[in-house]
């Protein structure tokens, strides 16, 4: 609200500043000293009048609180009741904040407060609101973990637009009201006012209200915690998560024999003894190797028979127009790892689906990268094209180029594959993207030879073809799950580039990654496919044999999905794959509530994820119902 002129502003000011920090920049990383003890510091922004602030301060004696207030006028209130009450908790900055890093070390902070900060109706100007995504972040960065973000606002569409917010960054909601004066509402922040809050109460309009958090990846065990080792700005856990789990379930099953125990964990393929399946056609070549065939270092990019032989693997009967380049990679996590560390910068965002595998957040953080969700799934369950273009738009506008991951055919963790049209659609997008931004589109075809018939999805190939000079599409193929060579770690990343140069400068710059990270791959399941294509009746066989696993996942996955409808739990509908997934608010409790009972499946961001490759089917169908006892249990 515009605040009349006030005479002698400046003159008032100076009288009234024993509280007002001049230079809040030169704080950074100090304001602990500056208060002079180790009490948690907490920050509003927008501070207006002061109210609210100045009250808490005054009740709260354990904590230090610093108000925020760009208009000076305005500001000038703040620092006239912190004269007269002189509280040694309160500091005030005269500041409109653009940068909160400019002010704040990471970890800085205990919690925030946005008190009715400004709407920004408009919607180019949503970025300006406090609690654009953008801003939250920051915010998040400069708390230290587990710090806390307490929002209030009478404005019912900011409120819905920031509630969005909230739920698409995953951050974890611990109160929430849109009410927050009604009678039965018990939460602390109704006790401290602001001027506008009591103003608007007396109307009677309804404050929203919203306190959230960024969720701990492992929580007491992470965050500082390091003795020699550097975190740079990662969080490292005890354990990764899913092979933890994996290895509870590998106890029980020790403990109390395998039929006692369901281990939907790892995405590998397991028959119904629980006994890894490999391919008995790749087992046979593989035994029959010489030690030149697979002892020497191979060429760091990949063999040649393997580098042709993989094109054909990714690409089926396709024969791209574009110029292809194929680099040997460690599985198909070595191709994501040099797609990001190559074609984005530091400190960039990588946009990948709001339902993602957990290593594509590992690789970003590991080399200084974040990433950043679109919503997967429109509301009719189709490909939000919607979505994916905003974050497209707004990414471009920050950045100077751009990596987005889509895995599909049958994504992890929900089977969907884009349709033919999805694909369309995304490149509709980007011919109207700027053409001097670079993306590269990283299509993570992890599973493609398990989503149904193989030509049929390999139907989108062309559309990659077709994509606008600005935009590199990358095919990222692993030979894990396809030849069942888990452990050997073979894969390759594909370019379907518009030149020869542009190819020629992706094999060059992920062949010097891999010299900096694994050196070469392995030699011997290279020799192993490029045999394969090099013998059809061999190929034949190959594809024969996983023809038949792929047709056993497909009947477990739709036994889960039978049993779900049975049982009226809502899942993501199976389309193929090794996995059903059930989203849910508190994924990691009921994953927790369901090993109690030797259910061992794996938590994600947005809901339970249940790998029916390596359940048997008798099994899967009993898996839905114990998910649903495990959420209305904790619901209660
Ligand atoms: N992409 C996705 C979505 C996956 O689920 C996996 C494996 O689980 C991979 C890529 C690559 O795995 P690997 O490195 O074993 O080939």
């Known amino acids: 609200m515009r605040q009349r002129n006030i005479k002698n502003l400046q003159e008032r000011i100076d009288d009234n500043s024993t509280h007002l920090v001049r230079e809040p920049e030169a704080m950074k990383g100090r304001w602990r000293e500056l208060f002079g003890n180790d009490r948690p510091i907490f920050l509003e922004i927008g501070s207006g009048k002061g109210k609210f602030i100045s009250e808490r301060a005054e009740r709260l004696?354990?904590?230090?609180?610093?108000?925020?207030?760009?208009?000076?006028?305005?500001?000038?209130?703040?620092?006239?009741?912190?004269?007269?009450?002189?509280?040694?908790?309160?500091?005030?900055?005269?500041?409109?904040?653009?940068?909160?890093?400019?002010?704040?070390?990471?970890?800085?902070?205990?919690?925030?407060?946005?008190?009715?900060?400004?709407?920004?109706?408009?919607?180019?100007?949503?970025?300006?609101?406090?609690?654009?995504?953008?801003?939250?972040?920051?915010?998040f960065d400069v708390m230290r973990p587990g710090g806390t973000i307490e929002f209030k606002t009478d404005n019912d569409d900011l409120f819905e637009f920031s509630l969005e917010e909230i739920e698409d960054q995953g951050y974890e909601i611990l109160e929430f009201t849109r009410d927050l004066h009604a009678e039965d509402c018990t939460y602390l922040s109704k006790e401290f006012m602001t001027e506008y809050e009591e103003r608007f109460m007396t109307l009677g309009k309804n404050i929203n209200y919203v306190k959230f958090r960024k969720p701990q990846e492992d929580p007491g065990q992470t965050g500082g915690n390091m003795i020699f080792v550097r975190e740079n700005g990662r969080t490292i856990p005890k354990e990764d998560k899913i092979f933890a789990i994996s290895n509870r379930a590998k106890e029980a099953i020790a403990k109390y024999g395998k039929e006692n125990v369901i281990n939907g964990t790892?995405?590998?393929?397991?028959?119904?003894?629980?006994?890894?399946?490999?391919?008995?056609?790749?087992?046979?070549?593989?035994?029959?190797?010489?030690?030149?065939?697979?002892?020497?270092?191979?060429?760091?990019?990949?063999?040649?028979?393997?580098?042709?032989?993989?094109?054909?693997?990714?690409?089926?009967?396709?024969?791209?127009?574009?110029?292809?380049?194929?680099?040997?990679?460690?599985?198909?996590?070595?191709?994501?790892?040099?797609?990001?560390?190559?074609?984005?910068?530091?400190g960039d965002r990588v946009l990948v689906a709001d339902w993602f595998w957990a290593p594509y957040k590992t690789i970003c953080q590991e080399i200084g990268r974040e990433i950043q969700t679109f919503k997967f799934f429109n509301e009719e369950g189709g490909f939000n094209i919607d979505d994916f273009k905003?974050?497209?738009?707004?990414?471009?506008?920050?950045?100077?180029?751009?990596?987005?991951?889509?895995?599909?055919?049958?994504?992890?963790?929900?089977?969907?594959?884009?349709?033919?049209?999805?694909?369309?659609?995304?490149?509709?997008?980007?011919?109207?993207?700027?053409?001097?931004?670079?993306?590269?589109?990283?299509?993570?075809?992890?599973?493609?030879?398990?989503?149904?018939?193989?030509?049929?999805?390999?139907?989108?190939?062309?559309?990659?073809?077709?994509?606008?000079?600005?935009?590199?599409?990358?095919?990222?193929?692993?030979?894990?799950?396809?030849?069942?060579?888990?452990?050997?770690?073979?894969?390759?990343?594909?370019?379907?580039?518009?030149?020869?140069?542009?190819?020629?400068?992706?094999?060059?710059?992920?062949?010097?990654?891999?010299?900096?990270?694994?050196?070469?791959?392995?030699?011997?399941?290279?020799?192993?496919?490029?045999?394969?294509?090099?013998?059809?009746?061999?190929?034949?066989?190959?594809?024969?044999?996983?023809?038949?696993?792929?047709?056993?996942?497909?009947?477990?996955?739709r036994a889960f999905e039978k049993a779900a409808k049975e049982c009226?739990?809502?899942?993501?509908?199976?389309?193929?794959?090794?996995?059903?997934?059930?989203?849910?608010?508190?994924?990691?409790?009921?994953?927790?509530?369901?090993?109690?009972?030797?259910?061992?499946?794996?938590?994600?961001?947005?809901?339970?994820?249940?790998?029916?490759?390596?359940v048997p089917e008798d099994k899967c169908v009993l898996i839905p119902a114990r998910i649903k006892a495990a959420m209305e249990k904790l619901a209660k």
Not at 77 to 103: G, S, T
Not at 109 to 130: I, T, V, Y
Not at 311 to 337: D, L, M, N, Q
């Open 390 to 557: 905003a974050n497209v738009l707004e990414l471009l506008e920050m950045q100077d180029s751009l990596v987005i991951i889509i895995n599909s055919p049958a994504h992890n963790p929900t089977g969907y594959s884009l349709t033919v049209t999805d694909w369309r659609n995304i490149k509709a997008i980007f011919e109207k993207t700027p053409q001097d931004k670079h993306v590269a589109l990283f299509v993570d075809a992890a599973y493609i030879d398990f989503a149904g018939d193989e030509e049929q999805y390999r139907q989108f190939l062309p559309v990659l073809d077709e994509m606008p000079e600005n935009v590199l599409p990358i095919v990222g193929y692993s030979a894990s799950k396809t030849f069942t060579m888990y452990g050997m770690r073979c894969g390759a990343m594909i370019c379907i580039a518009k030149t020869p140069a542009i190819a020629q400068e992706f094999k060059q710059a992920c062949e010097f990654s891999s010299r900096g990270s694994w050196s070469n791959c392995n030699r011997a399941p290279q020799t192993i496919i490029a045999k394969i294509f090099a013998d059809p009746e061999l190929k034949k066989m190959v594809d024969e044999e996983r023809a038949e696993y792929r047709d056993m996942l497909l009947r477990r996955g």
């Open 568 to 614: 009226g739990l809502e899942m993501v509908p199976f389309d193929a794959g090794f996995f059903a997934s059930v989203p849910m608010p508190n994924p990691d409790e009921v994953a927790a509530e369901l090993e109690k009972e030797n259910i061992f499946l794996i938590p994600l961001a947005k809901g339970i994820r249940t790998s029916v490759a390596s």
């Open 61 to 139: 004696k354990d904590y230090n609180y610093i108000a925020c207030e760009g208009q000076d006028n305005v500001c000038l209130r703040v620092l006239e009741k912190a004269e007269e009450a002189d509280p040694d908790n309160l500091k005030v900055m005269m500041k409109y904040i653009h940068d909160i890093h400019e002010i704040f070390e990471n970890g800085e902070l205990e919690g925030m407060f946005l008190n009715f900060s400004d709407p920004w109706p408009k919607e180019r100007h949503a970025k300006r609101r406090l609690t654009h995504r953008r801003n939250l972040k920051g915010f």
């Open 266 to 346: 790892v995405g590998a393929l397991f028959d119904d003894d629980g006994k890894l399946i490999v391919l008995r056609s790749v087992d046979r070549v593989f035994k029959s190797l010489t030690p030149d065939e697979y002892a020497p270092y191979a060429p760091i990019g990949g063999t040649p028979e393997f580098r042709t032989a993989i094109k054909k693997a990714a690409f089926g009967s396709y024969e791209p127009k574009g110029f292809t380049e194929a680099v040997a990679t460690p599985g198909g996590t070595g191709g994501v790892r040099n797609t990001v560390s190559n074609f984005s910068a530091p």
